[in-house]
């Protein structure tokens, strides 16, 4: 059974930082293509960041430069690293991957920024 939990949104100021944590079971981290999705009120869900098995990273255009996401297979855990938080940044973020056909998402954490 693969079960994906994320932890660590929080409510924060613009231009503070946060990490997020998804830790895995079931799945390797370290064996599988690995996602940050958000989601935003009234908006579809949006792929933020990977991670491949090959420890390629891609970030969306709008993250690039503040965000970083990474692993501890030690840990079997995803993070992302929040920089330079925006109002835009506000959303539910979730952990993602899949095996074969079978898609899975963990139950996502609320990050909300506002002054």
């Known amino acids: 059974q693969v079960q994906l939990v994320e932890s660590g949104g929080a409510g924060v100021q613009p231009g503070e930082s946060l990490i997020l944590s998804c830790v895995a079971s079931g799945i390797s981290v370290g064996d599988n293509y690995m996602h940050w999705y958000r989601q935003a009120p009234g908006k579809q869900r949006e792929l933020v960041a990977t991670?491949?098995?090959?420890?390629?990273?891609n970030l969306a255009d709008s993250v690039r430069d503040r965000f970083s996401i990474s692993r501890d297979s030690s840990r079997n855990t995803v993070y992302l690293q929040m920089n330079r938080l925006k109002p835009e940044d506000t959303a539910v973020y979730y952990c993602h991957t899949q095996r074969g056909e079978t898609e899975y998402w963990g139950q996502g954490t609320q990050v909300t920024v506002s002054s």
């Open positions: 991670i491949t098995r090959f420890s390629n990273k």
